[in-house]
Nanobody, 124 residues
Framework: QVQLVESGGGLVQAGGSLRLSCVVS????????MGWFRQEPGKEREFVAT????????YYSDSAKGRFTISRDNAKNTVYLQMNSLKPDDTAVFYC?????????????????WGQGTQVTVSS
């Protein structure tokens, strides 16, 4: 079984930065592509970014491109999301998830395991 625990969310002013972390327990972390999604109340979960299991490739949503950076440390079983130039529209619960399969995995159904989420609130 694979368990994911996110941390690093919080309240930040517009233009500020946050770094989210997701620690993964269980076997074979390094064989999973890892992704970040976000969800606002009443809306569908939205893809943000993903990183290949090898860490060689990354892929971003248009809204994340140029502002967010996904990275991973396979030795620490951890994936990160560095978020800069945050906007009020970025306010959401952010989830990390693990996938095996085609690259890049941008749909929620492509992910096998999910964390519980961490709230990010950006004030104007």
């Amino acid at each position: 079984q694979v368990q994911l625990v996110e941390s690093g969310g919080g309240l930040v002013q517009a233009g500020g930065s946050l770094r989210l972390s997701c620690v993964v327990s269980g076997r074979a972390f390094s064989s999973y592509s890892m992704g970040w999604f976000r969800q606002e109340p009443g809306k569908e979960r939205e893809f943000v970014a993903t990183i290949h299991w090898s860490a060689v490739s990354t892929y971003y949503s248009d809204s994340a491109k140029g502002r967010f950076t996904i990275s991973r440390d396979n030795a620490k079983n951890t994936v990160y999301l560095q978020m800069n130039s945050l906007k009020p529209d970025d306010t959401a619960v952010f989830y990390c998830a693990a996938a095996r399969g085609r690259w890049p995995p941008v749909r929620a159904y492509e992910y096998e395991y999910w964390g519980q989420g961490t709230q990010v609130t950006v004030s104007s």
